[in-house]
């Protein structure tokens, strides 16, 4: 159900989940973001308190709000063709999925960001690799293997967001040099940031975020 240690495998068994949510349709990206939604509100009190026994940074009560806003991250709706006509003729744009992203989530608020990262990430159509930070590194796996748990369960889609079970700065490097990943989403620090910047794929960074 996701947590895998190969960084390979894990781009690999990403890469078989995207084809699946690609022949699936719209309707299974959004029955996936229902389903995120849903479960980091139902666990945000249990999963808040297993972070913060892990990591020993921040409150709790913001850990759980975190989770419970969840359901505000923007999903399929934001999602929309546009059309022009002119004397030329007419011109549809569509946005397409890139396939699978590479995804790097801090220790500061492991679950919340992977939460909010599938969100868009499946909205969009693609999947994702994730490399959490080795300080959250469990409770990231946790809900990673309980989203797949009910993904697969709902949709019969199996692996759409994949976790190094004991991430490092190797296997960051071994998923961003995966052929199979064709865009980057970084949430850390400065160093993980500037890595990521430097790797020649796409990349949309947030750091250093404290």
Request: with cysteine.
């Amino acid at each position: 159900f996701g947590v895998i240690q190969d960084a390979k495998e894990a781009c690999a068994a990403a890469s078989d989940a995207f084809h699946q949510l690609r022949e699936k349709g719209v309707e299974a990206r959004r029955k996936i973001v229902d389903i995120i939604k849903t479960m980091a509100d139902a666990n945000a009190k249990e999963w808040g308190r297993i972070e913060l026994e892990e990591t020993k940074i921040g409150r709790l009560d913001h850990k759980i709000e975190k989770l419970q806003i969840i359901k505000l991250v923007p999903g399929v709706e934001w999602l929309h063709p546009d059309a022009m006509s002119g004397h030329h003729g007419i011109m549809l744009e569509e946005y397409t999925p890139f396939g699978v992203v590479g995804a790097v989530t801090p220790s500061t608020h492991s679950i919340p960001t992977i939460s909010g990262n599938i969100v868009n990430i499946i909205a969009a159509g693609n999947a994702v690799v994730f490399n959490a930070h080795p300080a959250a590194a469990k409770c990231a796996a946790m809900a990673v293997r309980a989203f797949n748990e009910a993904i697969c369960r709902e949709t019969g889609i199996e692996n759409i967001a994949c976790i190094i079970e004991q991430p490092s700065f190797e296997s960051f490097k071994a998923i961003c040099a995966h052929e199979a990943v064709k865009l980057l989403c970084v949430t850390g620090g400065p160093g993980v940031v500037k890595a990521a910047m430097q790797t020649g794929k796409r990349a949309i960074c947030a750091g250093p975020g404290n």
